[in-house]
């Protein structure tokens, strides 16, 4: 009859429209993962001289403060470049947490001064504070470290020279740590607060601040 035929035609049509979606998370897959090999060889090539100058006697206290931060980072940047190459991961969507105890203290006073360049550059006061010297917590080093470095960049994006930054740690209630990324900055409009966990979810700072 008609419809049978209307209905295998819908269906093959389905099918087809699987396998371009298929075909297009390949492609995306394979993009990944060869723009990440073509990322790994200069970050490699940079890395080795700072590791270099890094073991020199002559630099200054200075020099070798900024070169230890270009270290830090380059190794944070190869470790993305590690994640991006993982098949299994990108191809389930599943990212399994890490967890172990450690100091949250240190560890977030370190990735705060990864930042003291950039907000210097930008004329921005950068401060850490803690309520405690030390706070022994369970967490994802990794995945903490992704959600410190995004909150103080954009922090620092969207604040203007002369304003200040402040890394806040704080035991909110017995076994609660609370951290605290504040700024003066201009903020997001509250109409857009749903919005701001969406994948790529970006706002233009002119628009924000107009």
């Avoid at 269906?11 to 897959?29: N, T």
């Avoid at 100058?53 to 206290?61: E, Y």
């Avoid at 470790?79 to 191809?91: C, P, S």
């Avoid at 209630?173 to 700024?183: M, N, Q, R, S, Y």
Wanted: hydrophobic content about 40%.
């Amino acid at each position: 009859s008609s419809r049978t035929i209307i209905l295998k035609h819908e269906i093959a049509k389905q099918q087809l429209f699987r396998e371009k979606d298929r075909e297009l998370a390949q492609s995306k897959l394979n993009f990944f993962t060869n723009i990440s090999h073509d990322i790994k060889t200069p970050l490699t090539l940079i890395m080795a001289p700072v590791e270099k100058l890094l073991q020199s006697t002559t630099a200054g206290d200075g020099i070798q403060q900024q070169l230890l931060l270009m270290q830090q980072n380059g190794e944070r940047l190869m470790r993305l470049m590690d994640q991006l190459l993982d098949f299994r991961l990108l191809e389930e969507g599943e990212v399994p947490l890490h967890a172990e105890q450690a100091d949250m203290v240190p560890f977030c006073r370190e990735i705060t001064g990864a930042f003291e360049s950039l907000a210097a550059k930008r004329a921005v006061t950068l401060h850490f504070e803690s309520m405690q010297e030390e706070m022994m917590v369970w967490f994802d080093k990794d995945k903490f470290e992704k959600i410190l470095f995004n909150l103080l960049s954009n922090a620092l994006k969207f604040t203007l020279a002369g304003g200040r930054v402040t890394v806040r740690l704080q035991e909110e209630a017995p076994g609660t740590l609370l951290l605290t990324v504040e700024d003066n900055g201009i903020g997001i409009p509250s109409t857009h607060f749903e919005e701001i966990f969406g994948q790529f979810s970006h706002y233009d700072f002119n628009n924000l601040q107009a």
